[in-house]
């Protein structure tokens, strides 16, 4: 959320505690767009990825990478090189920050979902016709982010680039005065911005928390008391497998619960305290002292997803393995002299079926990597050294 009050205005030579949350930014900004670009990528190229939960997650990637696109490198520049004077035309100011609140709301928004599917899958198994399938999902998905979108209306018809003194511009949010406008303390408080701060605080952030709070204590009663309903019967073999799949139903249960306690730990304190910067219940110098910390630990709050998902998701985590195998064995072939004396061509790790013009040629770097290469008309097989295939 922007604020409507200006402050110190002018470039500053930068300390060393910017230059710290620079490199903080600049790190955090790499994690979030290239992990959740994985994340996109994945989902939406692997078929067996295309399951009800990836398609939430997927959508919690976009938002995620939309922050990590427009809001971490333009705010590394307004706060830290231009000391808050806005640069960036009229445009990008609408652009700015309605994306941003845009995407934070949709995350927000997103957990929720997720959190209910987890109740569906767990305590609605056999009720197939109340669980959610990728179709409904999508759907679900377009209406959060045309919810989110509504609630960023005020900011793309009351966002503007404003003149200060000395030709100094800062984008702000500039709401009509009205009858219901009043004063805390002698200072002035528009009603409308202080409305609109207090329901973003609790439609984004209170009510989605109450919602998940309630449904993951459910959804963890109700796994403890199945444990505890069949610890009598652990030798059984039905049985053990139904104990593997409740462990690896509370592992992810246990990681969308880490992902919203750090969601919101993240971005409860600045939507706090912008409100009661509104009301004046803290200053401006107060306030532009803690929102470096405020505002690092909120885009903090949007990488952990892709940071969370990405590591404990075998899906993804499969498949980010498998950028990162391709990529470093085309590096290891472009550093060698290419040999086109024979056909090289891939085998499937089917053994049962016959090898009859093939032959395995242990790659001299590594033994226990082979290449499977074709003889030409019965000729003999050349290799080249050092060069290794991964089957």
């Known amino acids: 959320m922007n604020n409507s009050t200006t402050g110190p205005v002018g470039p500053t030579q930068l300390s060393t505690l910017q230059i710290t949350f620079i490199t903080l930014y600049a790190i955090l900004g790499f994690i979030g767009t290239v992990g959740n670009t994985i994340i996109i990528i994945s989902i939406i190229t692997v078929k067996k990825m295309k399951t009800p939960i990836n398609i939430l997650i ?26 808050y004077i806005w640069t960036h035309g009229q445009t990008m100011c609408k652009i700015y920050y309605t994306v941003t609140l845009w995407s934070v709301q949709v995350i927000s928004y997103t957990q929720v979902a997720i959190c209910i599917n987890r109740y569906q899958g767990i305590h609605l198994v056999m009720k197939k016709k109340y669980r959610m399938n990728i179709k409904t999902i999508m759907i679900v998905n377009l209406i959060i982010w045309i919810f989110a979108l509504l609630f960023c209306v005020p900011y793309l018809m009351y966002l503007r680039v404003v003149p200060q003194r000395n ?3 800062h984008c702000l949010l500039v709401l009509p005065l009205t009858s219901l406008d009043f004063a805390i303390d002698g ?45 009598n019967f652990n030798n059984d073999r039905n049985e053990l497998h139904r104990s593997i799949s409740m462990q690896r139903k509370e592992r992810v249960i246990k990681l969308f619960i880490a992902c919203v306690v750090i969601y919101f730990i993240a971005n409860l304190p600045y939507a706090i305290s912008l409100l009661l910067f509104i009301i004046h219940k803290i200053s401006w110098q107060i306030f532009i002292s803690i929102r470096y910390y405020l505002t690092i630990l909120q885009v903090f709050g949007v990488v952990s997803n892709a940071l969370l998902y990405g590591y404990f998701n075998t899906g993804i985590r499969n498949y980010s393995a498998s950028i990162a195998s391709k990529s470093i064995r085309r590096s290891a072939l472009i550093t060698q002299t290419p040999n086109t004396s024979f056909k090289t061509t891939s085998l499937k790790t089917n053994f049962a079926k016959p090898l009859n013009d093939f032959k395995m040629v242990k790659s001299l770097s590594s033994p226990a990597l082979v290449r499977i290469q074709r003889c030409n008309s019965g000729k003999q097989l050349k290799t080249a050294s050092n060069v290794v295939t991964v089957v």
């Open 58 to 83: 997927l959508n919690l990637a976009l938002a995620g990478f939309l922050m990590s696109l427009f809001y971490i490198p333009i705010s590394m520049i307004t706060q830290f090189t231009t000391n």
């Open 187 to 231: 200072k002035f408080v528009s009603f409308f911005y202080f409305m609109y701060a207090a329901s973003y605080l609790l439609v984004a952030y209170l009510i989605p928390f109450v919602i998940m709070v309630m449904f993951y204590g459910i959804i963890i009663k109700g796994l403890r008391q199945r444990r505890l309903s069949r610890g």
């Open 167 to 169: 030709n100094i511009t």
